[in-house]
């Protein structure tokens, strides 16, 4: 059974994944908000383009993919790798092409707004050919498009490039053991819990019983893409179901049982949940997490921590609404209250605004990993920093010298940098005979009377250095920047 290429879509935040997976999805697929069609974001969308169909994944956000792909989905054959035209390779950009590469995923470049009078293709390229992306231009097997998802420009050929790519490819055929795993999935009020899903293998038909670790059910009703009724899903395939039990987890494996009672024994004991304890200064993004659904809270919780590492505190996770007492721990720890498909009554969203204290709602996963991931841009300075030993200097001579209380001293010393390089408030160690006899910071630094912002190794400057511990000649000045962990 020929299957149909899944597409996904990986860039730097802000490079315009979502607005060219929004260009695809309104100029080549059959979606026009039909009456009585879904209006809940399913996470996927078929096209079909001159006969060839595609699936795409509507997954801004490589920490989606990767907890897809951890869960051991398959996720996709293909990938568009979305380059801005105004900023280039970007450090997001980077962890896409490992990305790729780890995965071994035959990927395009597009390379977008390139309608934008600030766009320049030449620093694009080069650089994706220093972060080792070679463009078939350049001599390479990658090929490269060059798009804008705001006039048009270059989708269509973007699509004939992703279909060649694809009749490259050896492996096109979906084996008969029935796999599929889901991208999304929401309780509607009428109907109950929906579940999205993409077959990777087999097919799916209405009576069928599929179970997850997590959750399980028979499917009641089965759909495609724009909501209407199915009689058979395919690898590739995007397909709604609706008769599984509970939400299930982002990027979670399908299977199919022959009984309810065999898939209930797949399930997986539900795990305890353990939350961080911080004060209000803490220089981390404090998050309180409401959903509606357990599922869905365990995955985000599982998403977050993992992309967050030491810039994020997740202080509280729960099911059900938001209440005084999210409010009153909010405060506490100037934390930000992220909502998932769960309610703020009017009481608590006046109080919260009258605190100022910030209230995200979402109806998608991704929706939240795009804005933790700006808060965190956002938030870049005040998160934990790592010291970097970044040059060194031998102290040649010194000039004034002024003391303060506390034994702390302004010194304008000059010498010549012997190791690295050296910048303007750079921390500073004094290191005398193999001892350390004192630390500070640079106010200010000099080259031929001049102010600079750095200098580097054989260069003689003067500082302004501010600390504890007087600076002698023959001393060796250990100098620190910090870069965010």
Known sequence: MKKIPVVVVLGHIDHGKTSLLEAIRKDFTLTKKE???ITQHIGAYEVDFKGQKMTFIDTPGHEAFSQMRERGAKVADLAILVVAADEGVMPQTKEAIQILKK????????????DKPNANLFK???ELQEAQVFIEEYGGDVPCQEISAKT????????????LLWEMQEKKEAGEEFLAFAIEGFVDPKRGVTVSLIIESGRLQVGDVIGSKTTFGKVRILEDFQGKPKKVALAGEVALVIGIRDVPVLGEIFKKFKNEKEAEEFLLPK????FEKVDATAPVLKIILKCDVAGTLQALLEILKKIGKEKIAIVKGDVGEVDFDDIKLAEEVNAKIFVFRAKVPPAIQNLASQKKIEIYKAEVIYEILDRVQKLLEEKKEELPKERVLIGKMEVLVGFKTKSQKGKKYWQIVGGRIIEGEIKKDGKVEILRKEEMVGAG???NLQKDKKDIEEAKAGEEVGILYEGKGKIKEGDILLIYGFKNK
């Open 35 to 37: 009456a009585g069609g």
């Open 103 to 114: 995965e071994k995923l035959p990927f395009v470049v597009a390379i977008n707004k390139v």
């Open 124 to 126: 694009v390229k080069k």
């Open 152 to 163: 048009g420009q270059g989708i269509e050929e973007l699509l004939e490039t992703i279909s």
């Open 271 to 274: 795990k305890e949940i353990s």
């Open 441 to 443: 910071k640079i106010l």
